[in-house]
């Protein structure tokens, strides 16, 4: 009788006990590659992750460096929103970024 995976975010626990549960968070992982310009991966950190000049800049060589990144942590929506903003301006300003969206 539980509601667990409704989705409701509420669970029950026993008769007349209810308990909010943490909604899941997901980190967007934002992938290196050898064509995207060091300048458009900090311009998407700005714009779509709202991060500001020096922590985009750490991010984006962070990715050039290791391989991969965490752009940000959100809601499973945001996330998946937030990649396909991604990948809606790589693609069409010709850059073959992608990311990639796993749980926190
Ligand atoms: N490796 C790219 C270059 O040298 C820069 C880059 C950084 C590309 C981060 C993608 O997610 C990325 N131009």
């Known amino acids: 009788m539980g509601d667990t995976k409704t ?3 509420v ?6 006990k209810t308990r909010l549960k943490h909604p899941k968070q997901y980190k967007v992982i ?10 458009f991966v900090v311009a998407i950190l700005e714009t779509v992750f709202k ?6 800049m750490q991010i984006m060589l962070q990715v050039h460096k290791r391989g991969q990144g965490v752009a940000g ?9 937030k990649v396909s903003q991604v990948h809606e301006r790589a ?3 010709g850059f073959p970024l992608r990311c990639a969206i796993e749980e926190a």
Do not use: F, Q, R, V
């Open 7 to 9: 989705g409701s975010g």
């Open 11 to 16: 669970e029950t626990l026993s008769k007349e």
């Open 30 to 39: 934002l992938l290196n590659d050898d064509y995207t310009t060091m300048e």
């Open 51 to 56: 991060k500001g000049p020096a922590e985009a």
């Open 73 to 81: 942590i959100y809601s499973k929506e945001i996330a998946e929103a």
């Open 91 to 93: 693609h069409s300003d």
